[in-house]
């Protein structure tokens, strides 16, 4: 039983440990002649741009051989503190491994970690040197999983490390810029002059749109403010007109049913009048009739009395004597 342990501790041992023999691009791919390394051995850059690339990949080269070195330390320390005894149970192989889990993950997310700063302070160098120049670099993301290109990378490593074991060269530990000739510096300052006057402009045109775009803002803010205030001061008024149209409504009603209450006391009356109206006229005529047979009457009397006969006379009496005065006086008179 314990020797079935060690049997499978072993493998696992085995397992853990192979992946970091070689590179992780070079797993599960099938071997290659060295036939076409000179085909391969271009990375399709100037010889000045190659020779950093080597320079760079000399560098990981190293970097990942001492993670290799910490990854195998890690194994010898297992081996040399816990592999003591001849036999382990599978709880001892079990608890083991997850300790060498832990101090391998430590280990391996540690340079990649620290790998992953190295490439951004890499780019960093690249991208300033084009920034001194004016220029904007760009990268594909998607060509870092390209596996033709990550295989051709490999081939050239193999040429330039395995196969040939060559030293590096003074040019390559100090590479140097070559010279710019002087016509092509006038023209790049040239450029540069027309590339910093548009800048400028394109400065003082910016400005002058933050200062618009800062007063449409504060414009904008104002008439939402305004707005705001408008609308609640229309919510109010609204509110009080749906009021006022509610109390007239209702004093409308109010004044309908008033109205019609009116209207039918004032058609009972009229009717009513009329009918008085009509009776009334019947005993006017009916009174003016007995009026006017009373005078009659009284005339008639008045007539027949003897004071209305005396009086009779002396009218009489004195009308003759005004017409004789008339007659005399019109003697005197001359004529016209």
Request: aromatic residues 6%; neutral net charge.
């Amino acid at each position: 039983m314990r020797a079935a342990a060690n049997r499978r501790a072993a493998r696992a041992l085995a397992r853990l440990r192979s992946p970091w023999q070689r590179p992780a691009w070079s797993q599960n791919r099938p071997n290659r002649r060295l036939g076409c390394r000179v085909a391969m051995a271009e990375l399709g850059l100037n010889e000045h741009h190659q020779n950093e690339a080597i320079n760079y990949m000399r560098f990981a080269r190293f970097k990942r051989g001492l993670c290799l070195k910490t990854v195998d330390s890690c194994f010898q320390d297992l081996k040399d503190s816990r592999l003591v005894e001849e036999t382990f149970t599978v709880d001892e192989v079990a608890d083991m491994l997850d300790g060498l889990q832990t101090i391998v993950h430590s280990e391996v997310e540690s340079e990649l970690i620290n790998t992953t700063y190295t490439n951004v302070l890499l780019l960093r160098q690249l991208f300033s040197q084009a920034e001194k120049w004016y220029l904007k670099l760009q990268t594909d993301i998607s060509e870092l999983e390209n596996r033709e290109l990550l295989e051709q990378v490999a081939e050239f490593e193999k040429s330039e490390f395995i196969s040939s074991n060559k030293k590096p060269s003074a040019e390559l530990i100090k590479p140097k810029l070559a010279p710019i000739n002087e016509g092509g510096s006038e023209l790049l300052n040239k450029t540069v002059a027309c590339l910093q006057e548009e800048n400028e402009k394109l400065k003082t045109r910016l400005k002058t749109i933050e200062t618009q775009a800062t007063a449409a803002l504060d414009e904008k803010s104002k008439l939402e403010k305004s707005l705001k205030d408008l609308q609640m001061i229309q919510g109010d008024q609204k509110t009080d007109v749906n009021k006022d149209i509610v109390e007239l409504e209702n004093k409308v009603a109010a004044l309908k049913c008033q109205f019609e209450k009116t209207l039918n006391d004032s058609t009972a009356n009229q009717k009513f009048l009329e009918e008085n109206l009509v009776t009334t006229k019947h005993d006017l005529l009916k009174v003016q009739d007995q009026l006017s047979t009373a005078e009659k009457e009284l005339e008639k009397k008045f007539q027949q009395t003897a004071a209305y006969r005396n009086m009779k006379e002396i009218l009489t009496k004195k009308n003759e004597q005004i017409k004789d005065l008339r007659r005399r006086l019109s003697k005197y008179e001359p004529e016209d």
